[in-house]
C-alpha cells in the first residue's frame, strides 16, 4: 500500500522558512522512470493550486509563477523522500499542502507546468502552513 506523508509546516513569520518533507512508502521513487512529484496547496474558498513538482528520474522541475525565485523542490531518491524548501514567505503562502506522486507523471508531460492534480494517483493527507505575523 503506497503512502505519502508530509511533515514540516507549522506556523512561521512573514519572510522565514519553511521545509516540508515528502516521505513516500509502498513505491520507491528512484526506481526506472522514476516518478513524477508534485506539491499543491489549497487555501480556504480556493482551489486547489500547483505550486512546484519533480521528476525523480531525472530531476526536471517546475514552479508556479507566484513561488518562483522562492521555493525549490529537490528530491532524495535514496530517502525515498521529496522536498520542498519554502523561502520568503509571504501571508498569500498559507494554506494546506498536499504532496502527490505517480509512475513517471514528470513536469511538462501534459503542457507545460505539473500535471493537474487529478492525474496523480497517490496523495498524502496535507499539512498546514501558516504565515501570520
Known amino acids: 500500500q503506497v503512502h505519502l506523508v508530509e511533515s514540516g509546516g507549522g506556523l512561521v513569520q512573514p519572510g522565514g522558512s519553511l521545509r516540508l518533507s515528502c516521505a513516500a512508502s509502498?513505491?520507491?521513487?528512484?526506481?526506472?522512470?522514476?516518478?513524477?512529484v508534485g506539491w499543491f496547496r489549497q487555501a480556504p474558498g480556493k482551489e486547489r493550486e500547483g505550486v512546484s513538482c519533480?521528476?525523480?528520474?531525472?530531476?526536471?522541475?517546475y514552479y508556479s509563477d507566484s513561488v518562483k525565485g522562492r521555493f525549490t523542490i529537490s528530491r532524495d531518491n535514496a530517502k525515498n523522500t521529496v522536498y520542498l524548501q519554502m523561502d520568503s514567505l509571504t501571508v498569500e503562502d498559507t494554506a494546506v499542502y498536499y504532496c502527490a506522486a505517480d509512475r513517471a507523471l514528470y513536469p511538462g508531460e501534459y503542457g507545460s507546468g505539473c500535471p493537474i492534480p487529478g492525474l496523480y494517483a497517490y496523495w498524502g493527507q496535507g499539512i498546514q502552513v501558516t504565515v501570520s505575523s
Open positions: 519533480v521528476s525523480t528520474w531525472d530531476g526536471d522541475t
Open positions: 509502498g513505491i520507491t521513487l528512484g526506481s526506472l522512470g522514476g516518478y513524477g
